[in-house]
């Protein structure tokens, strides 16, 4: 079971609570600007990883971590880098002479302290994480790799650039609306989501436009409540839509997501009498008019309008478009079915393609 602090300050009594005799901290290049980097007394440290971490990268921070004798791990940083630690607690007692993907995954029973220094992925929270291999995304998935313990520090986000703090923002806002129509959806699920989604309308102009540190401190409980409610659900089509924006227009994450998220959103509620889910029709519509009232209006359609009016404050970049049928095509092969299947009205690719035509400018 997870245990949730708020607060960094506590590092130093939790490496007694695990036991723990000589931990490898996993950080990336920001963790010397940190406010709290002198809390970590560590001699094994290992950042040479890339921002989208690759699996060679993971192999070397477990040869680091088995050559000292690690018995631990803390991993401080944004979702790379907390994904790169679970990777390495997975791997970390396997064979090292065979491809870790291709073996199967148990629990090593290293203890692992996740400190998210952004406020969105919610990686120190869910069973998740992603690598590259062979220029292929890997998603790994399992139990053991939930983190410990998160320890929630809103100190963290005062420094981050603005366009950094929006994106990753936004991206929670995803996860929780995404989770809340999921088809994986629970009654815990939903208590997470509607957290989430009320903590981030109540607090992210004061979080983006004030820098106020207690509107900080509510966006960084929403962004783990987020990543609690897809730890149940996993994300639906937003996201899956979203991996290839990201890679050909060079747009963050969760600007990608939130790019694709309005215009499902749209169709879906147009849409109603093509629902999959087991629940029914009545179960997404209730949704929607649900959702519409936890993004503080009274009705779905209005609740959908007041995401356009947020990412319309927010003005983000528009991604350059250069040749528009040719990039339609390639984002429309793009999308992986399998991701799709949580999602709780189908997107035939011609639906998917016409989607894409309304996000690209």
Not at 142 to 150: E, G
Not at 271 to 289: L, M
Request: with cysteine; proline share 6%; glycine share 6%.
């Amino acid at each position: 079971m997870q245990k949730i602090i708020q607060g960094a300050s506590s590092i130093g009594q939790l490496m007694k609570e695990t036991g723990c005799q000589r931990y490898m901290l996993v950080c990336d290049a920001s963790f010397p600007h940190l406010p709290i980097k002198d809390l970590f007394d560590c001699d094994v440290v290992f950042n040479q990883f890339s921002p989208n971490p690759l699996y060679e990268d993971v192999c070397k921070g477990v040869e680091l971590f088995n050559a000292n004798r690690c018995d631990a791990l803390v991993a401080v940083g944004g979702g790379s880098t907390i994904d790169v630690a679970k990777c390495i607690k997975l791997f970390c007692r396997m064979d090292s002479h065979t491809n870790y993907l291709q073996q199967d995954f148990t629990d090593s029973g290293i203890p692992l302290i996740a400190v998210p220094t952004t406020a969105g992925t919610g990686s120190e929270s869910t069973r998740y994480a992603v690598i590259y291999f062979e220029g292929k995304k890997q998603s790994i998935t399992h139990d053991s790799i939930v983190p410990n313990y998160a320890l929630l520090e809103p100190a963290l986000l005062k420094t981050l650039p603005l366009y950094q703090k929006k994106c990753t923002m936004l991206d929670a806002l995803c996860q929780g609306i995404e989770s809340l129509w999921s088809v994986n959806s629970t009654d815990e699920s939903m208590i997470y989501s509607k957290i989430a989604i009320q903590m981030i309308m109540d607090h992210w102009l004061g979080y983006i436009e004030e820098n106020s540190a207690e509107d900080a401190a509510f966006i960084m409980q929403a962004s783990n409540y987020a990543g609690r409610a897809i730890n149940i659900t996993q994300t639906t089509a937003p996201h899956a839509m979203s991996y290839k924006l990201t890679s050909m227009y060079g747009l963050p994450h969760g600007h990608a997501v939130a790019l694709c998220l309005p215009e499902v959103w749209q169709y879906m509620m147009e849409n109603p009498d093509r629902c999959t889910d087991p629940r029914g029709r009545e179960h997404i519509e209730f949704i929607f008019e649900w959702l519409g009232r936890i993004m503080q209006c009274d009705s779905a359609e209005k609740g959908l309008m007041m995401f356009r009016a947020v990412m319309f404050t927010l003005q983000l970049p528009e991604p350059q478009v250069t040749a528009r049928e040719a990039e339609l095509d390639t984002l429309t092969a793009s999308v992986n079915p399998v991701r799709l299947k949580n999602n709780p009205v189908p997107l035939p690719e011609e639906v998917i393609r016409s989607l894409y035509n309304k996000i690209l400018p």
